[in-house]
């Protein structure tokens, strides 16, 4: 079965320090990929989305970046975090064809101070 | 671009009562999905249930059913006999059925429903 795994679960960052959250999945090949964040009190926001390896597609101009090293890997980054940049932050995952169901992963609570 | 309403930030019902939770959305596509999403205290994202426009049925899952109005562009959740464990904020999301964009969720900004004993 398909499991998908991120971390860490809650982050606690100075501002200005470099981010590097990870998300793998296991049990499936070629998935599209997918980074959202969650504001307070707001719903989830696609930040980048990935069709392939090294394929990165971002949705809004922000402080953030992702790779897609390997087929079932996605890392969002920052190489100096923002205060702004705090929030809950979702990785998921869909198979590849004509299937419309996102399964999330965990999250990770991210606060930058 | 397309734009999910939820009105209503905060709901609760009691313990084996039923409660809807109201959903508006706005496109122009024809062919799409909807769905409600499920995050309790734990913020896992879980799926409730699904609609695919093209189908005039509503869906029903279990206690969950949804009242899906394509013409009103409305995509309301009824919760029946609700539980304790329903506690949670619900999502309602839109996603378009165009290959490229497959995947792009669009989220409402939540319900919080609380079932009291």
């Known amino acids: 079965s398909q499991t998908i795994h991120q971390w860490p679960a809650t982050l606690v960052q100075p501002v200005g320090s470099p981010l590097s959250l990870e998300c793998t999945v296991e049990g499936t090949s070629n998935p599209n990929l997918y980074w959202y964040r969650q504001a307070a009190g707001r719903g989830l926001q696609l930040l980048f989305y990935s069709v392939g390896i090294g394929q990165i597609s971002s949705e809004v101009p922000q402080n953030l970046s992702a790779s897609r090293p390997q087929d079932r890997q996605f890392i969002l980054s920052s190489k100096k975090l923002l205060l702004s940049d705090s929030g809950f932050y979702l990785c998921?995952?869909?198979?590849?064809?004509?299937?419309?169901?996102?399964?999330f992963g965990s999250g990770t609570q991210l606060s930058v101070l | 671009a397309q734009t999910v309403t939820q009105s209503q930030p905060e709901m609760s019902v009691q313990e084996a009562e039923t409660v809807t939770l109201s959903c508006t959305y706005d496109?122009?596509?024809?062919?799409?999905?909807l769905f409600w999403y499920k995050q309790p205290p734990s913020r896992q994202m879980i799926l409730v249930i699904r609609q695919e426009a093209y189908k005039q049925q509503n869906a029903t899952e279990n206690r969950f059913s949804v009242n899906f109005q394509k013409a009103a562009k409305s995509f309301s959740l009824k919760i029946s006999d609700s539980q304790l464990g329903d506690t949670a904020m619900y999502f309602c999301?839109?996603?378009?059925?165009?290959?490229?964009?497959?995947?792009?969720?669009?989220f409402g900004r939540g319900t919080q429903l609380t079932v009291w004993p």
């Open positions: 496109t122009s596509e024809n062919n799409y999905y």
């Open positions: 999301a839109f996603m378009n059925d165009r290959g490229s964009t497959l995947g792009r969720l669009y």
């Open positions: 998921a995952w869909r198979p590849r064809g004509a299937n419309e169901k996102l399964f």
